[in-house]
């Protein structure tokens, strides 16, 4: 299993950037899949994006794409979000999740999740 803390989430105002971190430590972290949900207040959580540790594949949302960029670095145990022109409807709460197989879109494939850090897009 591996353990993820999220960091880099903060207020900015629409058309910014934020860099979101999570920091991952397991024995077995090299193997896991890793995706980004959100989940804005009143709303379910959803899928962002996600990154296969054993391959190239990349997926994000529909809402997402051109703007956000999800990446890894194994040899740091890190996966990054860099988000650009960010609009306020991105406002949530952002948590990193870790599967141990698959990763894509669909929550169940996650087992670890991180506590979360909250992105404000707001003028």
């Known amino acids: 299993q591996v353990q993820l803390v999220e960091s880099g989430g903060g207020l900015v105002q629409p058309g910014g950037s934020l860099r979101l971190s999570c920091a991952a430590a397991?024995?077995?972290?090299?193997?896991?899949?890793m995706g980004w949900f959100r989940q804005a207040p009143g709303k379910e959580r959803a899928f962002v994006a996600s990154?296969?540790?054993?391959?190239?594949?990349?997926s994000y949302a529909d809402s997402v794409k051109g703007r956000f960029t999800i990446s890894r670095d194994n040899a740091e145990s890190t996966v990054s979000l860099q988000m650009n022109s960010l609009k306020p409807e991105d406002t949530a709460v952002y948590y990193c999740?870790?599967?141990?197989?698959?990763?894509?879109?669909?929550?169940?494939?996650?087992?670890?999740w991180g506590q979360g850090t909250q992105v404000t897009v707001s003028s």
């Open positions: 397991g024995r077995t972290f090299s193997s896991y899949a």
């Open positions: 999740a870790a599967a141990p197989r698959g990763g894509g879109s669909w929550y169940g494939t996650y087992t670890t």
């Open positions: 990154i296969g540790w054993n391959g190239v594949s990349t």
